[in-house]
């Protein structure tokens, strides 16, 4: 059964860091591309970033590029989104998610989520200004 865990969420002030983690079992985590997505209240969901777990290429959004990197521990199959820099925009709940079935071999790009099959049950990340 594939699973996917998110965690590290919580409340933190304008200029703060986070990490989430995306603990991940049921499949080869090597084989295949986790994202990051989030969605607020009221809003569309969005693409955060993608890394591809085999070469470690990644994509992001270009808003998040230079506060938000992804990366992975292969040995823990998990993927880490370390979010700097934060700003009250920010909140939301942040998903993570794996694209098995038509993976192409690299992270779809601009993405928002229609390309992934299985998802985690989200972590909320509050940010106060």
């Known amino acids: 059964e594939v699973q996917l865990v998110e965690s590290g969420g919580g409340l933190v002030q304008a200029g703060g860091s986070l990490r989430l983690s995306c603990a991940t079992s049921?499949?080869?985590?090597?084989?295949?591309?986790i994202g990051w997505f989030r969605q607020a209240p009221g809003k569309k969901r969005e693409g955060v970033s993608c890394?591809?777990?085999?070469?470690?290429?990644?994509y992001s959004d270009e808003s998040m590029k230079g506060r938000f990197t992804i990366s992975s521990d292969n040995a823990k199959n998990t993927v880490y989104l370390q979010m700097n820099s934060l700003k009250p925009e920010d909140t939301a709940a942040y998903y993570c998610?794996?694209?098995?079935?038509?993976?192409?071999?690299?992270?779809?790009?601009?993405?928002?989520?229609?390309?992934?099959?299985?998802w985690g049950q989200g972590t909320q990340v509050t940010v106060s200004a």
């Open positions: 998610a794996v694209v098995i079935h038509t993976f192409s071999g690299r992270c779809p790009i601009a993405s928002m989520g229609e390309e992934y099959d299985y």
């Open positions: 890394i591809t777990i085999s070469d470690g290429s990644t």
């Open positions: 049921g499949f080869t985590f090597e084989d295949y591309a």
